[in-house]
């Protein structure tokens, strides 16, 4: 089913068509595998994290990343 057989999907922005995705995935309910290499990169992040090495941020800054990007 590609993106080229729903021409107004085409049209959305990006953020509108990762919303869509977001939705369709929980709608999908799937517990999908997280592969070994993935599931490092997590806990090394994690980690991080819980060591003070890396900082929380806002989802306001988080927004604002993803939006300059």
Do not use: C, F
Not at 13 to 35: G, H
Not at 55 to 61: C, F, G, R
């Amino acid at each position: 089913m590609p993106l080229a057989d729903y021409p107004d999907l085409q049209k959305l922005s990006r953020r509108a068509k990762n919303q869509l995705a977001e939705e369709l995935w929980q709608a999908a309910n799937i517990d999908a595998p997280v592969s070994a290499a993935h599931r490092r990169t997590l806990d090394s992040r994690w980690a991080d994290y819980k060591s003070g090495k890396t900082k929380a941020i806002s989802l306001t800054e988080l927004k604002r990343r993803l939006a300059a990007k």
